[in-house]
């Protein structure tokens, strides 16, 4: 009993400390952020692949991926944003901004070398940080649609191809880094 207390009084003046330094406290927003984010996304396509299978849940993305992100952004506090970014990426306006490259391009490195891959904070301005959270092709749900070609179905290829006629998400292996979710976070003062 007395051992938890200590810890409980220990973490509680860790974050607390942790919340005066701007990017730690940036860090500790965008990881909510971005948690709900990846519930609201999972929990959607989960309910979708027991509904109708890969060809729904493939249905779903294309028509409201960029609608409930939309959504979700609104419903965040100011001064805070989440986008999706990718080096090979399935909608266009999903290809990094030039400082963002770098970064996606170090991440595939670290993935090489067999790292747990790290969150990465980057400073934008003194009070501006972008948090990102890699996205790597995890389980075997995400190869339905961003695995090998010749092994997603074809009807699911066929409306990848009406709707992303540039897309470049496929063909990806298992933990290969298929692109990372950014939050923006403005730190007020
Ligand atoms: C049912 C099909 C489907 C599955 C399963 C799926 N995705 Fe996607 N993914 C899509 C579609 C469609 C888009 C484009 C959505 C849009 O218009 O923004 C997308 C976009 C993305 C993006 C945004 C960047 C871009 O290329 O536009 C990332 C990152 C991503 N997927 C990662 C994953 C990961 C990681 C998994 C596994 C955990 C996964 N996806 C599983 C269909 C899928």
Redesign the pocket.
């Known amino acids: 009993m007395k051992k938890l207390l200590l810890f409980l009084i220990f973490s509680f003046v860790i974050l607390n400390a942790n919340e005066k330094i701007p990017y730690k406290l940036a860090k500790i927003k965008a990881s909510h952020v971005a948690h709900n984010f990846h519930k609201l996304m999972?929990s959607n396509?989960q309910q979708?692949?027991k509904e109708g299978g890969?060809?729904l849940?493939?249905q779903?993305?294309?028509d409201n991926?960029?609608k409930l992100?939309k959504e979700f952004n609104n419903k965040l506090e100011k001064g805070i944003s989440l986008k999706?970014?990718?080096l090979?990426?399935?909608?266009?306006?999903?290809y990094p901004k030039e400082d963002e490259i770098n970064i996606l391009k170090a991440l595939d490195l670290l993935e090489k070398s067999s790292v747990y891959l790290p969150k990465i904070i980057q400073m934008v301005d003194k009070d501006i940080f972008k948090v990102y959270f890699p996205?790597?092709?995890?389980?075997k749900?995400?190869?339905?649609?961003?695995g090998l070609k010749k092994d997603i179905d074809l009807k699911?290829l066929k409306?990848?191809k009406d709707?992303?006629p540039k897309?470049?998400?496929m063909n990806f292996k298992s933990g290969q880094v298929?692109?990372?979710?950014v939050v923006t976070v403005k730190i007020k003062d």
């Open positions: 999972k396509a979708k692949f890969t060809l849940a493939a779903f993305c294309t991926a960029v992100t999706r970014i990718s090979k990426n399935r909608n266009s306006n999903s996205a790597t092709m995890s389980g749900s995400c190869k339905k649609c961003h699911v409306l990848f709707k992303y897309d470049k998400a298929r692109g990372a979710v």
